[in-house]
């Protein structure tokens, strides 16, 4: 290898040119270290041919009067500048790489364009020897030029890096620019791109960004603000619509406890009072589910405290039931029965009130009554490990005590008020008869069980052991 190096060394300088560029395309991304110290290895054996050689790359080729031979002396004399303006490029991105990370890279481009326009300007005065002074001057009036032609690229291009060197975002953040939401998932010299929540890409300028309202949503981490607004009577007495927004905000278990939720009055005319429950979510993609199941804990516990949304077409009949029947006629269960069945079924429900913290129905008990929760936020606990653990929460219109009327046995759950809470109850004896009567009923009864046995069965269940991986080269690292 040194023979070759000293007997051939303009095409041993060209070899280790050749030897560079393969061994970086070579090289996995995932050796960056090794990819770095080969670059600058091969670096170094390049400028030690150079001037073992005689070719100083701060003077013209030595050899003018051999026209081959002076113009490879030149060209690898070009080529150590680009060589050594790459791999300092190459170093300092790699440095800024730990420092900043990937919002970096536009400052890293620009340093880089910078450098070598360094190296450029320097291999034509000191290899080429040309007037530098007439090359600046040119290229400065040529400068303005492209610079007056691209104004708005390079308004971009320097918004962008003022956009990394502040961090307003970062990749994989969630933002709103001037009402555009969506996760960056890219920013490079003259745009930021958003993948939206319809799975659409945005392409917002970097100028455009850097003027705009930007709204990060995933500052501070872990935690995402979720709103939902709702619009009653202005008859309606506040407390009341307050206190049942406040057992709707309760029913819902994604919401965080820190900060807590709450519950404000956003305006009131003539017209109706709106209200807005506000709080956090740990994650984005709870956004859209829990603003869901807010809307509807609204609902059902508004209407369980008498107060119905604010409606252009209000009907007569509703407020004239009684709350028993009422109940039964927005129950998805025994919705179906005939309306003089619900006038019977509703003379035969008993009201009973549960405390918060009171237990309603304990795990493992055979209930001999069903309940109707009337009102209030009732907790779901199952024990895990010998722990107990929340599995849910209902609201008003659910029933609890199904698997006593279907098959005399009991659900693994304890049910517990986390509110004040208002049910309704029915005797077995009086309920039973009706399941054997009315199969659809018995059905969808039937169904809800199942439902909460699986979800039961899923919660507690034990995870799945994995077995270690056995094999010669696992039995040579515990032997060693």
Not at 135 to 149: D, E, N, Q, R
Not at 236 to 245: D, K
Not at 328 to 356: C, G, H, V, W
Not at 472 to 478: G, S, T, V
Request: charged residues 20%.
């Amino acid at each position: 290898m040194l023979s070759l190096l000293t007997e051939h060394p303009l095409f041993s300088a060209l070899i280790l040119i050749l030897l560079d560029l393969g061994l970086w395309r070579l090289i996995s991304s995932r050796g960056s270290e090794w990819k770095l110290l080969v670059r600058v290895l091969i670096f170094a054996l390049f400028s030690m041919v150079l001037f073992n050689e005689g070719l100083n790359p701060m003077e013209p080729a030595p050899w003018a009067d051999n026209v081959p031979l002076h113009l490879a002396a030149t060209g690898l004399q070009i080529g150590w500048w680009l060589f050594g303006a790459r791999t300092l490029t190459v170093l300092i991105g790699a440095v800024m790489m730990q420092r900043v990370g990937h919002t970096g890279r536009l400052l890293q481009d620009l340093l880089g364009a910078v450098i070598f326009l360094i190296a450029i300007i320097a291999a034509l005065a000191y290899v080429l020897d040309l007037p530098v002074k007439g090359v600046l001057a040119t290229s400065g009036a040529l400068a303005i030029i492209v610079g007056l032609a691209l104004q708005s690229t390079l308004s971009d291009v320097f918004s962008g890096i003022v956009l990394n060197t502040t961090k307003p975002y970062q990749l994989d953040d969630w933002i709103s620019i001037d009402g555009t939401e969506g996760r960056v998932t890219d920013i490079d010299w003259r745009a930021t791109r958003l993948q939206t929540s319809q799975g659409s890409m945005a392409v917002i300028p970097n100028s455009l960004a850097a003027k705009a309202k930007i709204i990060n949503f995933s500052r501070p981490s872990n935690m995402f603000g979720v709103s939902v607004s709702v619009s009653v009577s202005p008859h309606a007495r506040p407390s009341s619509v307050i206190e049942a927004l406040e057992r709707a905000m309760q029913g819902c278990r994604q919401l965080l406890d820190t900060p807590a939720p709450s519950v404000s009055l956003k305006s009131s005319a003539s017209g109706g009072a709106e209200y807005e429950i506000s709080g956090f979510v740990a994650s984005m993609g709870e956004k859209r589910v829990v603003r869901n199941q807010l809307f509807d804990l609204a609902y059902r516990h508004l209407q369980a405290s008498g107060v119905n949304l604010l409606s252009s077409n209000e009907t007569s009949a509703a407020p004239q039931l009684s709350r028993p029947r009422a109940l039964l006629e927005s129950s998805p269960i025994f919705s179906t029965l005939r309306e003089e069945e619900k006038d019977t079924f509703s003379q035969n429900m008993t009201l009973q009130t549960f405390r918060a913290g009171e237990t309603i129905l304990a795990g493992g008990e055979v209930s001999d009554h069903l309940f109707i929760i009337e009102s209030g936020v009732v907790s779901v606990t199952l024990k895990r490990h010998g722990a107990p653990l929340e599995s849910g929460r209902m609201g008003p219109g659910e029933v609890i005590g199904e698997a006593g009327i279907l098959s005399d046995t009991a659900l693994p759950a304890d049910f517990s008020a986390k509110t004040f809470c208002a049910l309704y109850r029915i005797e077995k004896s009086y309920l039973k008869p009706c399941l054997d009567a009315r199969h659809d009923i018995h059905d969808a009864m039937q169904a809800l069980l199942d439902f909460r046995l699986h979800k039961a069965q899923s919660l507690t269940e034990e995870a799945p052991v994995v077995a270690p991986k056995r094999g010669f080269l696992q039995w040579l690292r515990n032997r060693v």
